[in-house]
């Protein structure tokens, strides 16, 4: 599974990427309004950081305006990724880019029925927001698992993005679901490496090495 970083903060995301453990990085106007810098400034340099794939939302609701603005996101950078929402004039600029060869990330996806017509016009992402339909008391999960079927019941390419991760739990969820990429704020990322069991025993075996005089 492919880890995104879901975040604008570019000193998070260089410590991130340093470690190996960044394969691309998401953004929406709410994490650019967080970083409170220019986006296309903003999107630039993570960019230059990354080499794999950096979604830039648009803000426009009509198909012509989002075409135009997507397609002023995309002279950024190359490994700029255009995120349209899931309303059918971001289908319809989907489908412009999918054949223009310009990759796309369907984003506020909350139903299968809305993966599949993300997939049916050539999405290269469709982004499921699973903690969103937790907080709403619907199985975030269940709809990971549900689009996984339907893509695979039909060879569809579009790559599943599992997005609102807000916990360790709904990480190892989405990889067993087998969502291709997941989308994650720094801070889940990193905690992902933390196990009591881990810091007791290392303590202990600290301790030891110091006991036994034990040097490298
Ligand atoms: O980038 C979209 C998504 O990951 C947002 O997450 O936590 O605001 O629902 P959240």
């Not at 995120?83 to 299968?112: Q, R």
């Amino acid at each position: 599974m492919k880890f995104f970083i879901d975040t604008a903060d570019i000193s998070a995301i260089r410590e991130l990427y340093a470690s190996g453990l960044c394969d691309g990085v998401t953004t929406n106007p709410s994490l650019i309004k967080k970083s409170g810098r220019d986006f296309k400034e903003v999107i630039a340099e993570i960019c230059e950081i990354v080499d794999g794939p950096v979604s830039a939302e648009v803000i426009a609701t009509e198909t012509e305006v989002m075409l135009a603005e997507g397609r002023a996101l995309a002279k950024i950078a190359d490994n700029v990724v255009i995120k349209l929402p899931l309303t059918m004039d971001g289908l319809k600029a989907c489908k412009i880019f999918s054949e223009e060869g310009v990759a796309t990330n369907v984003t506020l996806c909350f139903s299968a029925n809305q993966a599949l017509l993300a997939a049916k016009v050539g999405a290269s992402y469709i982004s499921p927001f699973i903690g969103r339909l937790d907080d709403i008391h619907v199985d975030g999960l269940e709809l990971i698992q549900e689009i996984r079927q339907i893509y695979d019941n039909y060879g569809f390419e579009t790559e599943i993005l599992a997005a609102s991760i807000r916990s360790p739990l709904h990480v190892k969820e989405c990889a067993l679901a087998g969502a291709d990429v997941m989308t994650a704020p720094p801070a889940v990322i990193a905690g992902l490496s933390n196990h009591p069991l881990t810091d007791k025993g290392l303590a202990a075996f600290l301790a030891d090495a110091k006991a036994a005089g034990i040097t490298v």
